[in-house]
């Protein structure tokens, strides 16, 4: 197991799917931008993707602790936080 702390800007949308014949019930993915051209593949599985789908949105800022598997996808084990952008101010 490879612990991960990763914070970054969601850069996709949030997708949510349902699995059959499985351990897990559901899935949420999305892609995490953690460098100036690093993308990361984060996943979350059951609760952790319910939660997921319902409160993040694309261009969250999110500080998450999760594990890194063998297909170099980072799989969440809890959220730390949910860093709204700041308005720029005309």
């Keep these: ?14 997708n949510f799917n349902f699995i059959l014949n499985s351990k897990n019930i559901s899935v949420s993915s999305f892609k995490l931008k953690v ?38 996808e980072i799989i969440i084990t809890s959220i730390e936080s949910k860093i709204p952008l700041a308005k720029s101010k005309k």
């Design 1 to 14: 197991m490879n612990l991960c702390f990763l914070m970054g800007k969601i850069n996709s949308e949030i």
């Design 35 to 72: 460098g100036k051209d690093t993308k990361v593949l984060v996943k979350a599985y059951n609760d952790m993707a319910d939660w997921c789908y319902q409160n993040l949105a694309r261009k969250d800022i999110v500080l998450i602790q999760g594990e890194l598997n063998s297909n170099l």
